[in-house]
């Protein structure tokens, strides 16, 4: 059961465009929604992360939007930049419950300059 | 942020050979170590979560044998690949965490083993 879905697959975007990457989950239980970066050969790091109590955070060009009713989150990339092409995963874990990681199947996004 | 060190970043082995891939977090504690498996173009899928001197708990579907998990120390976990073999190819990456009520998960570089 895939618990976090995630598209597009892959997102193609002209420099300077905005990245729109969308992330459902089923499970109500999840408490901490982060997303991660990954360049080819490297592991995951970071981007930014979202609690359920807020609908938005803002971190640079990097924002999440969360809407719990829906049971959707995305990140939205502004100023998309060419270093920004990566492949990008949205997460969601229980806190509580040993904060295992469940990952969406990611989205590879290209910034064409 | 807190560095998570994977070592080897690739090796390359024979069928039926053993591998050992540690995870180190350099500059914190990690009560908790997460083993991840990465195919190409694909998701991370947890296969074994680790707490410091306790056995690993493996997800459903990963062999405990054939996977084995060390976490000796507060700052080492080690996975061992025993009897490689061609399938068993793949990306493996590590992350850790200071506690279990702490969120961030901070990730190794990563390890690309092939089974030859």
């Known amino acids: 059961q895939q618990q976090v879905k995630q598209s597009p697959q892959s997102l193609i975007v002209q420099k300077g465009g905005i990245s729109i990457i969308n992330c459902a989950y089923e499970?109500?239980?999840?408490?901490?929604f982060p997303w991660y970066q990954q360049f080819p050969g490297k592991g995951p790091a970071l981007l930014i992360a979202?609690?359920?109590?807020?609908s938005e955070k803002k971190e640079g060009r990097f924002t999440i939007s969360f809407n719990k009713s829906a049971k959707q989150f995305s990140l939205h990339i502004m100023d998309s930049q060419p270093g920004d092409s990566a492949t990008y995963f949205c997460a969601a874990s229980i806190v509580r419950a040993g904060n295992m990681l469940t990952f969406g199947g990611g989205t590879r996004l290209m910034v064409k300059p | 942020g807190a560095v998570v060190s994977q070592h080897p970043s690739w090796v390359i082995c024979k069928s039926g050979t053993s591998v050992k891939i540690e995870c180190r977090s350099l500059d914190f504690q990690a009560t908790t170590m997460f083993w991840y498996r990465q195919f190409p173009k694909q998701s991370l899928m947890l296969m074994a979560t680790?707490?410091?001197?306790?056995?690993?708990?493996?997800e459903q579907g990963v062999e405990k044998d054939k996977f084995l998990i060390n976490h000796a120390s507060l700052t080492l976990s080690t996975l061992t690949v025993t009897s490689a073999h061609p399938e068993d190819s793949s990306f493996y990456i590590c992350?850790?965490?200071?506690?279990?009520?702490?969120?961030?998960?901070?990730f190794g570089q990563g390890t690309r083993l092939t089974v030859v």
């Open positions: 499970n109500t239980a999840f408490d901490y």
């Open positions: 680790s707490n410091e001197g306790s056995k690993a708990t493996y």
């Open positions: 992350s850790a965490r200071r506690s279990n009520l702490n969120t961030e998960a901070f």
């Open positions: 979202i609690r359920p109590d807020v």
